[in-house]
């Protein structure tokens, strides 16, 4: 399990709300760096070589998730944001 550093997290909120210095430095997870491929004021997605991360957020809480060079980037994706709007929909 990779698990983010606190500092990783406060950069990863921020980033919801300014998204240029994620463009310009990448995103950090687990201390490896993830060129930004997308973000905005509910999702930031990052790759390197074939893996990847995905931040989504909710209302109360921040969903982060690798996936392995074994899955494809949009079923990551696509999970990872249908369980944003679940928790959401639950007014979480």
Do not use: W
């Amino acid at each position: 399990m990779i698990l983010p550093e606190a500092q990783e997290i406060q950069s990863l909120i921020e980033g919801f709300g300014n998204n240029l210095p994620l463009y310009e430095k990448g995103v950090y997870v687990a201390g490896e760096r993830y060129f930004v491929i997308k973000a905005d004021d509910r999702s930031i997605y990052g790759k390197k070589d074939r893996e990847g991360v995905c931040a989504v957020k909710t209302k109360q809480a921040v969903i982060v998730v690798h996936y392995p060079a074994t899955v494809q980037p949009g079923e990551a994706a696509k999970i990872v944001e249908q369980l944003a709007d679940y928790l959401i929909g639950t007014g979480y």
